[in-house]
């Protein structure tokens, strides 16, 4: 398994603000993902993030709202830019684990609420 | 984008008894992992199925997986209040490499 902590663990904050959230690993990983669970909803991944290079973006996420940095091999940022209430979510990274066939596993998550 | 989807979206039951949950997918998967979140909590890892695996057992769990119907089931046996959460499968697909796509999640309740 992998021992992966977020900060901050909830935060509440003013429309029109940024907030970065972070993610650390207690061992080195290549590829670290972010996701964001809206209320009562399924995870829905919004990038990959590898170290050395611009993170990857899924459909619908664009880096200019979601810029992700990737320092090194333990530890990523999400930042969610201009926050409108919608931008309301669970914001969860996760790592891979294995050889092979990979197993998942997530940070506890940041409970963001957008006043 | 979700890949999956599960079934039934809810699903009450009394202490002791089977809770059965199904996921369904689009596309060739590499493997299926199914995850349990309590709520408002992280998401925990139950288990990885490949898929080149049929079923695999841990613990009270028991997961099968059918690429033929690009289905799986996770099996609870002898359910517990505590297994109260909501249950995720999460796809790797063949075409995407390591990234995952969640399924909508089966809410489970377990009375006691």
């Known amino acids: 398994s992998a021992v992966i902590s977020q900060k901050p663990s909830r935060d509440i904050c003013q429309r029109g603000t940024s907030l970065t959230i972070q993610c650390q690993v207690d061992s080195q990983v290549t590829m670290m993902f972010w996701y964001r669970q809206q209320p009562g909803q399924s995870l829905t991944l919004i990038a990959t993030a590898n170290q050395g290079s611009e993170a990857t973006y899924e459909s619908g996420f664009v880096i200019d709202k979601f810029p992700i940095s990737r320092p090194n091999l333990t530890f990523s940022t999400l930042t969610v830019s201009n926050m409108s209430p919608e931008d309301s979510s669970i914001y969860l990274c996760?790592?891979?684990?294995?050889?092979?066939?990979?197993?998942?596993?997530f940070g506890p998550g940041t409970r963001l609420t957008v006043t | 984008s979700q890949q999956g989807e599960e079934d039934p979206q809810a699903l009450s039951i009394q202490e002791g008894e089977n809770a059965t949950m199904n996921c369904s997918y689009k596309?060739?998967?590499?493997?299926l992992q199914w995850y349990r979140q309590n709520s408002g909590r992280g998401l925990v890892h139950l288990i990885l199925?490949?898929?080149?695996?049929r079923e695999k057992h841990s613990g009270r769990l028991r997961v099968t997986l059918d690429t033929s119907k690009k289905s799986s089931s996770l099996l609870i046996t002898a359910s517990r209040a505590a297994d109260t959460a909501s249950y995720f499968c999460a796809t790797a697909t063949l075409n995407t490499g390591n990234q995952f796509y969640f399924g909508t999640g089966t809410s489970l309740t377990v009375i006691p």
């Open positions: 199925i490949r898929s080149n695996e």
């Open positions: 996760s790592v891979l684990r294995g050889t092979g066939s990979y197993e998942q596993y």
């Open positions: 596309t060739s998967i590499n493997n």
